[in-house]
């Protein structure tokens, strides 16, 4: 008897660590995908997503991860309509209207699939910081082009967060 329940305490022991090996494993290849979503993010989608680029070429990917936090209900709902738009840029399917009526709808850049998901994963779980320098680049553009209504939008949240 007394035997039997040291062997129990053993195989709780044991199914315990492997437990705690298990978590470590998940949590250090969540951390890996998240890397390397950052990384492809910056490979892929920066030469016109960048923030500071004077004039814009894209909306900030703090803009973009707000708006789709809006239209979209969960974190894979999320990941999934970035990526069908990201592979199959439309009008249709853009919810960045001001975006796409100042630049056009994004062109197709042919990226590839489990690419852009770690990459809308990352967009997702990421925290970017206000993109200061665009809101100027946009309130100059906005008031060159006598478009007060953008240009106070932008001016309100360059005062809310730069400030
Ligand atoms: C050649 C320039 C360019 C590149 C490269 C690019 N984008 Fe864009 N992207 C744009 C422009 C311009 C817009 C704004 C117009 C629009 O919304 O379609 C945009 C908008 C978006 C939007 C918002 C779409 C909407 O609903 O309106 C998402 C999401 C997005 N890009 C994801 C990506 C991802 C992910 C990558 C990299 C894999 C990427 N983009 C690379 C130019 C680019």
Not at 112 to 122: F, G, L, S
Request: net charge neutral; glycine share 4%; aromatic share 4%.
């Amino acid at each position: 008897m007394l035997i039997c329940a040291g062997n129990q305490e053993v195989s709780m022991k044991k199914a315990l660590l492997l437990a705690i090996i298990m978590l470590l494993t998940t949590t250090a290849r969540a951390a890996d995908n998240l890397n390397e979503g950052k990384q492809l993010l910056q490979d892929n989608c920066m030469g016109c997503h960048n923030a500071e680029l004077d004039p814009p070429m894209g909306p900030p990917m703090f803009a973009v991860q707000k708006r789709y936090k809006m239209a979209t209900s969960d974190r894979n709902d999320f990941i999934n309509q970035l990526t069908v738009f990201t592979l199959h840029p439309s009008e249709d399917r853009a919810v960045m209207i001001n975006a796409v009526e100042l630049l056009g709808v994004m062109p197709d850049i042919g990226a590839d699939e489990a690419d852009v998901r770690k990459i809308a994963a990352y967009i997702h779980d990421t925290t970017f910081a206000p993109p200061c320098a665009h809101w100027q680049a946009s309130i100059k553009a906005a008031r060159a082009r006598g478009d007060m209504r953008h240009a106070k939008k932008d001016q309100m949240m360059y005062n809310r967060m730069c400030k």
